[in-house]
């Protein structure tokens, strides 16, 4: 994550008398005080995926922190990225929640914000009774280790990579944990555990449903911090080292709702995702779904061919031995085309037509359940009864109503007929749209 052109003394002074003149400019159009970012990048080279990632970040948090802003822009230089934002504030009280920025959040190390008054004049920390910031490494003042070069560079850049790994893997972690939690609640569900009801089933409820999300998070992080650091790792290799950490997150599962399987096909698909997420941001690509999806696809390929048609002792196996049906390693396999075909094209469409979260989500699923061939169904009910919910739900989904989905769930929890499969779907498509949002 460091790859880039390492720039000259004289680039460097020259970016810097840049940004000083940009300032100035900034401050003499808008007045008021000036924000500027950038990243305390060590070493020859300013501009790499490292260093523009952690701006990326940077640039999001600042954005969060201040308020009335009148004016912002991101600039790319040689030299290494630049932000300013210019704010009505006075200057002492938004260096004051910058400087709590800097400290409070994981990566505000790694950040340089200077905040200047209407005179040009950077606030200081030490004018806030602030005391310098420690070194990385040591704890030590940073200033005394920069100049005395007290520490080897490559160890200082692998720091950076480990704090960022830290962060963005418990990022991606919380998105997996939370699109579990907001499946469940989504209600009414069709046969499934939602807010109110179990649906068709007798050994869980939205409680086993939430403490197993809960005991997932950490598995997620693992998987996304897995493939943070894969970059030397053919797309298969890393997707066969997710195989005994989801095992693990299997047994995590089963403690935390007493033997209850709630999310295993969860847990694969999620696990893909996560580790696909960490992989691209290592690469310095962005996080959207068709990159992720392809990535999950170069991950799996061939899976189905190699394990279906010699499991027999699982439901999955059986069902491809009976109907040909590949399951949650099919949908991985195709890159989750139901999720991007389907799944998020709906849940888009409805938010944007002025349906809340709740009714979005529970269209999308309908469509889902309309067109995706329930394993779980097709296992514990056989084909006619998965037939029949298609098509309950395709008529669903083209003349919705609230009451209309409140009797289908009925008389599905009255058949038992839970679509857990498309629930699992509908998880990926919540993390997926969640992770394109945050990005944006």
Not at 135 to 146: D, E, I, M, S, T
Not at 261 to 284: V, Y
Request: with cysteine.
């Amino acid at each position: 994550m460091t790859d880039g052109t390492p720039v000259t003394l004289e680039l460097l002074l020259d970016a810097r008398e840049a940004r000083a003149a940009r300032q100035q400019e900034l401050l003499g159009q808008y007045g008021g005080t000036l924000v500027c970012l950038t990243v305390n990048m060590p070493g020859p080279v300013k501009r790499c995926a490292l260093s523009d990632r952690l701006f990326t970040l940077g640039a999001r948090a600042v954005s969060r922190a201040l308020d009335c802003v009148r004016f912002s822009e991101l600039r790319q230089t040689p030299a290494g990225c630049e932000g300013f934002w210019c704010v009505p504030a006075p200057p002492f009280p938004a260096k004051r929640a910058l400087c709590r920025l800097e400290e409070s959040h994981p990566l505000g190390r790694l950040w340089d914000i200077d905040v200047l008054g209407s005179d040009g004049v950077p606030v200081s920390r030490r004018a806030l009774g602030l005391t310098t910031r420690s070194c990385l490494l040591c704890g030590r003042p940073a200033v005394l280790c920069a100049r005395s070069r007290a520490h080897p560079l490559p160890d200082l850049l692998d720091a950076m990579r480990q704090m960022l790994t830290r962060w963005e893997s418990a990022c991606i972690g919380a998105l997996a944990r939370r699109a579990l939690e907001d499946e469940v609640r989504v209600t009414p569900k069709p046969g499934l555990v939602d807010a109110v009801s179990a649906g068709a089933h007798t050994d869980m409820d939205i409680g086993t449903f939430l403490a197993s999300a809960q005991a997932l998070e950490k598995h997620f992080v693992h998987f996304a911090a897995m493939g943070m650091n894969s970059d030397d790792l053919a797309p298969r290799t890393l997707f066969d080292g997710l195989r005994r950490p989801g095992m693990d997150a299997e047994r995590d599962m089963l403690a935390a709702t007493g033997g209850v399987n709630t999310h295993k096909g969860a847990i694969f698909s999620l696990g893909i995702l996560c580790a696909a997420a960490g992989r691209q941001l290592s690469l310095g690509g962005a996080l959207t779904a068709d990159a992720l999806c392809a990535l999950s696809a170069d991950m799996t390929r061939g899976l189905c061919a190699r394990e279906l048609p010699r499991e027999t002792s699982t439901h999955g196996g059986q069902v491809f031995q009976r109907y040909g049906a590949r399951g949650v390693r099919g949908e991985a396999e195709s890159g989750f085309a139901a999720v991007r075909e389907v799944g998020l094209p709906a849940l888009r469409q409805y938010r944007q037509s002025g349906c809340d979260e709740n009714e979005s989500r529970l269209r999308a699923l309908l469509r889902l359940m309309s067109c995706v061939e329930d394993t779980n169904l097709l296992a514990r009910r056989g084909p006619e009864q998965a037939a029949w919910v298609r098509k309950q739900a395709q008529a669903l989904a083209n003349r919705f109503s609230l009451d209309s989905v409140r009797r289908l769930d009925a008389e599905m929890t009255r058949r038992g007929l839970s679509p857990g499969g498309c629930a699992d779907l509908l998880a990926v498509t919540i993390f997926l749209d969640a992770l394109e949002r945050a990005e944006q």
